[in-house]
Structure formats: structure tokens, C-alpha cells
């Protein structure tokens, strides 16, 4: 076995903090080491005992990495995004139905060339391993080859990765419908083509109830149970026009979450984003039906849509997570995600305290996608992705880190001010796959 050990200040959640923030949710090793075997956590704990419990053969065997000063955490899990959507990341003006008609679409059509989306697939993987993100839930486009750019290109980077082809059969441009028929039958070629190949998942990707008819909803449905551990994706509750028109639409469904629950979309291993505009008896369908909420707060302020009641929210037992949500989302950084996240809490004075923050962009993620079994956290058997964080590579977060006087303190000015200029060094099983020169 190919052993590693790798030393740095390492932080990790095991639970939701809560918020009380509870001490027993996370793990802090000023000085610890990570101990990595075959691409898996083995053993993750402070340096010197580590050290100590380490049989001779491993120890003389194992590569070593020395971050001493650096903080180590469990790879950014990016809930929510598109990586078509790459071009229109700063597309000014709108609110929602208008950015997806002049700026969404368009570049979605655009990815009828395969080549456009191979090259795509490529960059956006790169960039989002530059941000320290290593596992995400990505829409692609409603073509069935833009799945297989993306996870061709996944694969070959060895990453955790769900992605999904979008369905969308009327209300948007001829170039981008397909039709439940066709839906049916590219979805089940792409599931068995991806589904469970090596560290990939599919997700069943219907964009949102406005673009699909109620026959599509059903077949989403059917793509969903068609395995124990599919996923899926889509978005909810995000605008208010969006929500008068679902209503519009489906006038026999008695609130916009109940068109979801209505064709069987809802449940583990469902994700939906934003969720801004949920009264509490949807909040707490959700909770039931374990279905989760990506937390898109910089796309929730650029698009306008709204302030996401991220206490409220996860105070009704609804699992969270965070996400980028690029292109309406302003950054693929999650450290600039939790700025964010933290921002529109503080603004309805119910501010996120540092730990659930980081929680969210590590193990809340991970538990939101339904993904925690593999990834999230370093406890023994875990997938070894990690990321490697240096503050000080930004001056003025420098500054303030010198006279941070607690964990906690470092931990709020390394999310608040920091961004991916701090990423050192992310790790895929292990491997380096990107350092900062
Ligand atoms: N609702 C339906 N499609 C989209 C999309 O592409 N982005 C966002 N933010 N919301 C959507
Ligand atoms: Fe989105």
C-alpha cells in the first residue's frame, strides 16, 4: 500500500456545530498529521501521537508533506452550479427569468458544439480544483454529450463529482428542449454509462417546474427511483415571478414545493436551490422528505432574488449546503461563498458563526449531497481530499491574522477576507493535483 503522512494545523467538523456551537462537532490539531493509505484517511490526530502509533514498515515507507503553519481541511464541497455557465459570470442587469433568456440560455445553446464543452469541462474542473473545491453537483446542458465531457474530464482527475443533463421541455428557446421521451431515454444511456464509475454519481437534472411539462416531471421522478442511490437536482423558490408562475402553471398544487413532492422528486439524495421564498410548512416538508437546500447567497444577491433565512431554515431540520451557484453566482470561491452566506445572515441579524460556516463548506455539503459516506471529513476511511489554506498569502488577512487571538477569530478572518489567492495546495486521494507557485 502507497502510505502518506502529511503534517499542518488540521480542522474538521464530525457533526453540525449548531448554533450553540458545540465543541464535539469539530476537531482541531494546532500541530497534527494526516495519515493516508491507498488515497484513504487512516488515522487523522495530532502529529506526535500519530506519530508514536505508527507501525515501522508504514513509517519508513509513507511519503511525507510538510504544511507546518498552513491549514489543512476536508475539500470545498460546492453544492449547486453550472459549469456551462462559466461565460456568463458577471452578465449585468437582471433579475432571473430575464438573465436565463438573455444571457443563460445562449450560452447554453452554445454548447451544442462538443468541443465548446469538452474545453469547458476542462477549464472549470481546473478552476474549481484552484479554488479548493473538489466535490460539486453540477448541471450541465440539456445535450447529453455535455455530461459526457464532464465526466470524462472528472474521471480523469480522479474527483467526486455528480453532474446531470439538464431537462427542460417547453417555456425555453427550440434549441434547448428535449421532450419526456428523449429525456427518458438519455438520462438512462448517461446512468448507465457514468452512474457509480469510479467516484462519479448522476443526478437527475430537472432545471426547474417552469421549463418542464408535467409529463417530464414524471419521468424525473422515474429516473430517480430507477436507483437506490441516485441523486437529484433542480431549484426552488428562488424569485417571485418564478413563484407566480409555477402557481400559474400548476394551479392544482398547493405551493410550489408540493409540484416536487407531487411527481416524486423529493427525498435523500435531492438537492434544490436557493429555497429563499419557503413558508414554514414547506420548510418542514422538506425536513421530512430529506431533501436538502443549496445556500446560494452571492447568486441570491446578484440576480436580486432575495435573503436566504439560512437560521430559520436549518432550524426546521432542513440539511444545508453551500454553493457557488456560477453563473449567477459572482465566484467559484467558497471562502468568498461563506463571506456571503455570512453577510446575508448578519443582514437579518442572525449572523453564522465561523464554525458553522466552515461546517457547511465541508461536511454540511457532503451530508447535503448525500456524499458524507465518502467524503466531507477526515475520519478513518474517508476519501483523502483536502485542501491546504495560507492566509498570510494575502496581506491584509495577514495582518489581521497576527493579532487573531483565537482558532475562532483566524477561522472568521480567513473566510471573511480570504479568497482562492489562499489556496496553497489541494489534494485528490491524496495526490497534489494543484499547488500555488
Ligand atoms: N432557475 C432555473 N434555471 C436557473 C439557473 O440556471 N440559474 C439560477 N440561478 N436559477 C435558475
Ligand atoms: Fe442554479
Redesign the pocket.
Known amino acids: 500500500p502507497t502510505a502518506m503522512l502529511v503534517r499542518g494545523s488540521i480542522l474538521h467538523f464530525l457533526a453540525d456545530p449548531g448554533e450553540a456551537c458545540n465543541t464535539a462537532a469539530w476537531e482541531y490539531f494546532a500541530d497534527g498529521a494526516l495519515l493516508i493509505e491507498d488515497g484513504l484517511v487512516r488515522r487523522c490526530g495530532p502529529w506526535a501521537e500519530v506519530l508514536e502509533n505508527l507501525p515501522e514498515v508504514i513509517r519508513d515507507a509513507a511519503r511525507y508533506r510538510d504544511y507546518t503553519g498552513k491549514l489543512i481541511v476536508p475539500g470545498f464541497v460546492d453544492t449547486h452550479t ?1 459549469y456551462a ?1 462559466m461565460k456568463v459570470m458577471g452578465s449585468f442587469g437582471r433579475e ?1 427569468l430575464d438573465w ?1 433568456e438573455n444571457y ?1 440560455y445562449p450560452a447554453e445553446i452554445a454548447f451544442e458544439d462538443e468541443t465548446l464543452a469538452s474545453s469547458t469541462a476542462s477549464f472549470f474542473l481546473d478552476r474549481l480544483l484552484a479554488h479548493g473545491t473538489t466535490t460539486a453537483s453540477v ?1 450541465a446542458t440539456v445535450h447529453a454529450h455535455s455530461v459526457d465531457a464532464f465526466f470524462f474530464e472528472a474521471e480523469r482527475r480522479k474527483l467526486r463529482m455528480l453532474c446531470g443533463k439538464v431537462l427542460m421541455d417547453r417555456h425555453c428557446p427550440q434549441a434547448l428542449r428535449d421532450s419526456p421521451e428523449s429525456a427518458w431515454r438519455e438520462s438512462s444511456a448517461l446512468i448507465n454509462r457514468w452512474h457509480g464509475k469510479g467516484r462519479l454519481a448522476y443526478s437527475v437534472s430537472p ?2 417546474a417552469p ?1 418542464s411539462s408535467p409529463e417530464q416531471l414524471a419521468v424525473a421522478g422515474d429516473l430517480f427511483r430507477s436507483r437506490p442511490d441516485m441523486h437529484l437536482q433542480s ?1 426552488l423558490s ?1 424569485n417571485w415571478r ?1 413563484l407566480e408562475w409555477v402557481g400559474e402553471l400548476f394551479p392544482g398544487r398547493r405551493d410550489y414545493l408540493d409540484v416536487y413532492e407531487h411527481y416524486g422528486l423529493l427525498g435523500r439524495g435531492a438537492i434544490y ?2 429555497g429563499i421564498h419557503l413558508s414554514p410548512d414547506e420548510k418542514q416538508r422538506l425536513a421530512q422528505s430529506a431533501a436538502a437546500i443549496a445556500f ?1 447567497p452571492s ?1 441570491n444577491l446578484f ?1 436580486g ?1 432575495g435573503f436566504f433565512h439560512y437560521a430559520a431554515t436549518a432550524e426546521a431540520s432542513v440539511q444545508v449546503g453551500l454553493a457557488s ?1 456560477v ?2 453566482g459572482t465566484s467559484l470561491s467558497m471562502l468568498r461563498t461563506m463571506a456571503a452566506a455570512h453577510t446575508v445572515s448578519q443582514a437579518q441579524h442572525q449572523p453564522l458563526s465561523p464554525w458553522r460556516a466552515w461546517y457547511l463548506a465541508t461536511l454540511g455539503g457532503a451530508q447535503a449531497l448525500a456524499l458524507d459516506q465518502f467524503v466531507g471529513n477526515f475520519t478513518a476511511g474517508k476519501e483523502a481530499d483536502f485542501v491546504v489554506l495560507d492566509g498570510r498569502r494575502i496581506p491584509e488577512l495577514r495582518f489581521r491574522l497576527d493579532c487573531a487571538e483565537s482558532l475562532a477569530e483566524e477561522l472568521f478572518a480567513l473566510m471573511l477576507l480570504g479568497d482562492e489567492r489562499c489556496v496553497a495546495a489541494t489534494h485528490i486521494l491524496g495526490e497534489r493535483v494543484f499547488c500555488a507557485e
Open positions: 453550472h455557465q432571473l436565463l443563460t448541471f432545471r426547474f421549463t431549484h428562488e418564478e436551490g436557493h446560494c447568486s440576480l432574488s451557484d453563473g449567477a
